[in-house]
Every structure is written in C-alpha cells, then in structure tokens.
C-alpha cells in the first residue's frame, strides 16, 4: 500500500522524499525553562542538518508506575508551556489518555499522540481522528504489528488519514522489552509513515521497582537499526541531565548526545532512500 504524506503543519510534512522527521523533548513537562532550553536546542540541531522536528512533553503521565511518582503540571499550565514554544515556530505534540481531552488541546498541539497502553481504545481513536490534526499512534507493547491495521483504520474510518504510527518495542518476559525490526516494514505496509521510538524501546517498565528502568546504552545502535530499515523518523526523549529527570530518565538520551547520533543516522537514511 502507498505510504500517505501526513502534513504536521504546512511546512512540516512527512513521507515518501520529505525530510526525516524528529520527534523529541523531555518524557514530562518539568519546568518551562528546561522545556524551552531543550526545545530551542533540539530545534538549532535540526535546522543545521536539515531535519524537521517536532517538540514533545507530556503535560501528564496519567500511566506512571506508582501513585506517588511524578504526573507533569496538568492539561492548563502544560498548555501554556507548549504555547510559548508554538510561538517560537517549533510544531509541539503531546499525548492525551480520555476522549475530552481532545477538543481540549487541540488549538494548541500540531500532533495528538496516543500512547501505546491505549492504541486500542476507541472512542479516544475516533476524538483524535475527528479534530483533524495529525495523530501520532504508538503500537502497544502487546500488539503485533500487523494488528495495529485495525486501530489504523478506527482512525481512517473516522474520517482522517493524518496518521504516524510509532513503533516502541514488545513486552518481552517480565520487565523488558525487544524490538522486532520486522516490525517496521510491516507497519509501514499498512500506508501510513513510521517513526521508530529509540528511547522507550530500552526502557525496562517497572524494572526499578516503582518506576521503569532503562537501558540508555542501547539507544544509538537501536537507533542506527531502524533506520537501516527504511523508517521516515525517529522519536526520543532528551534531557539535559537524564539522572535528574523526573520521568524516564534511564532511557533518555542526553541533550548533548543528539547531533551525533543524527549526523549518524542522517548518512544511513541516505544510503537507504537511494
């Protein structure tokens, strides 16, 4: 099937010939000066190499581990922050986990994610669908890839075919995920442009007993792998000081690591789409 060009905004676009896309920012919005700082770092990295971004934080993490653990600043203030760094032209997405949640964000985010626990869940996949902005669908850790054809088309029935669908590892034992790169060409068979998740595809959920773990290690060879496979973009979760972070910081790449792994992953996309 014929991969779909999805249009994130009127110069972002991606598929097929258009630029490689990065979707990065912190796991949750922890402060706006970090948001910011990350934002316009990321985005300076991918102007200099000629790569298309998108800013991504979660206003909330309503699936954390434990009840104690760190959510984010809410659907208003988490509004808010992503507005500042809209106004500075940088496309923003975040994910939202309940159907009302929608028409709530959607004046302010260019991309809806859908995170992988609730691919399946279908009133959420029809709201998403009927704002009309691109939709980021992440497969669930406990899905095949060739199921995901059918949330695909809950989405396409629904009137919109904005779609990306995002690969982020199979529940593999307990505590661990692995990643199937065959995974890859069979999602993208389903017409819609993939973007491959390096970062929680080394996490270990749960694996730090009331928090996940990860394995931030393997970030880069994961990485360089997908793209091998003929992938239109990649997603990550960065931090200036990953130890620190409030959310998923053993399987955040550190900001300062971005550009050299892009400049190697940018000279395979180029070997690939030859």
């Known amino acids: 099937m014929p991969i779909a060009e999805v249009s994130i905004t009127d110069?972002?676009?991606v598929g097929p010939g258009r630029p490689f896309l990065l979707i990065a920012g912190p796991c949750v919005l922890e402060s706006e000066p970090l948001a910011l700082e990350v934002a316009e770092t990321v985005a300076g990295v991918c102007a200099r190499l000629g790569i298309a971004y998108v800013f991504k934080a979660s206003f909330d993490k309503a699936n954390r581990t434990s009840l104690a653990a760190f959510r984010g600043p809410g659907l208003s203030e988490g509004?808010?922050?992503?507005?500042?760094?809209?106004?500075?032209?940088?496309?923003?997405v975040s994910d939202v986990h309940e159907a009302g949640q929608v028409a709530l964000v959607q004046d302010t985010l260019d991309l809806i994610q859908i995170p992988a626990f609730l691919c399946r869940q279908t009133d959420l996949l029809v709201a998403a669908a009927k704002?009309?902005?691109?939709?980021?669908?992440?497969?669930?850790?406990?899905?095949?890839?060739?199921?995901?054809e059918y949330a695909v088309r809950k989405v396409k029935d629904s009137g919109n075919d904005q779609l990306l669908l995002l690969e982020r590892g199979s529940s593999f034992g307990y505590n661990n995920l692995v990643v199937d790169m065959r995974s890859l060409p069979v999602l993208r068979s389903l017409g819609c442009p993939v973007i491959y998740d390096a970062t929680h595809s080394v996490q270990l959920p749960g694996g730090a007993g009331g928090a996940s773990g990860g394995q931030r290690q393997f970030i880069p060879p994961l990485a360089r792998a997908a793209v091998a496979?003929?992938?239109?973009?990649l997603f990550m979760e960065v931090h200036p000081h990953p130890d620190q972070a409030l959310c998923d910081g053993p399987n955040s790449l550190p900001l300062d690591q971005v550009e050299p792994l892009l400049n190697q992953l940018l000279a395979i996309h180029a070997l690939v789409r030859t």
């Open 131 to 148: 704002s009309g902005k691109a939709i980021a669908l992440k497969k669930g850790q406990f899905l095949s890839p060739w199921d995901m």
């Open 229 to 233: 496979c003929g992938i239109d973009g």
């Open 11 to 13: 110069t972002v676009k």
């Open 79 to 92: 509004m808010r922050i992503l507005s500042k760094i809209k106004a500075l032209g940088i496309p923003v």
